[in-house]
Structure formats: structure tokens, C-alpha cells
């Protein structure tokens, strides 16, 4: 997981590279902020999770995702897959700088408000 991150990385800077993710501004609140590593560190995105919809994680954080942080009065469930469907881990409002082991393995997300 820290090669790919790390990979990412290096050719995000090398080529100028913005990965567009919906944020707060431009299509309402960002409902989470996922990053590769622990503590919030590596590549981090704000993902829009529209209140029970699937939303996949976005590439380069397939598998790879070490913190979460979750707005407040919202919950949320994690997803081995990329459709919502296989096992899930409920996570709650609030930073989680680490995450119980197996679940850096999460490729999507549902949300909705408390």
C-alpha cells in the first residue's frame, strides 16, 4: 500500500497532477476526507457522499485508506467492494487517524445524517 501511495505521489508532483474530486464548493458538503496513510498523512481527497448513496472511493485510494475523517452528525459505512455490497464497517462522526486493521481494504462508502 505505501509503494502505490508513494508512486502516486511522486508522479502527482512530478506532473502537476490534481486529482478532481467533488468538494464542499462545488456540489455541497464534503462528507468525509479519506487519506492513504495514518494520521491523515499521504494522499488525502474530500469525497461528496450524497446521504445514502454508494459512492466509490476515487482512484489512487483503492485498498488504501489509512484515516477518515467523518463531518459531524453523520455516519457512515465502508465497503470491500466498489457497488456497496460485501462486508461493511460502520464508522462514526469524528477523525479516526487509524483504522482497525483490514479495513485499509475499503473501496466505497454510504453515508447519512444522524
Same mark, same amino acid.
Given at each position: 500500500m505505501y509503494f502505490k501511495s508513494a508512486l502516486l505521489a511522486a508522479v502527482a508532483a512530478i506532473v502537476g497532477l490534481t !486529482?478532481? !474530486? @467533488? /468538494?464542499? /464548493?462545488?456540489?455541497? @458538503?464534503?462528507s468525509i476526507e479519506i487519506c492513504s496513510g495514518q494520521n491523515f498523512e499521504g494522499l488525502c481527497a474530500n469525497v461528496w457522499t @450524497?446521504?445514502?448513496?454508494?459512492?466509490e472511493f476515487p482512484v489512487g485510494f483503492h485498498d488504501d485508506v489509512g484515516s477518515i475523517d467523518v463531518l459531524e452528525n453523520e455516519s457512515c459505512n465502508l465497503y470491500y467492494d466498489n457497488n456497496c455490497t460485501t462486508t461493511s464497517y460502520n464508522i462514526g462522526a469524528g477523525k479516526h487517524a487509524t483504522l482497525p486493521v483490514g479495513t485499509d481494504l475499503f473501496n466505497s462508502v454510504t453515508c447519512t445524517p444522524n
Open positions: !486529482i478532481a !474530486i @467533488p /468538494t464542499a /464548493t462545488s456540489q455541497g @458538503p464534503a @450524497p446521504a445514502g448513496a454508494c459512492v
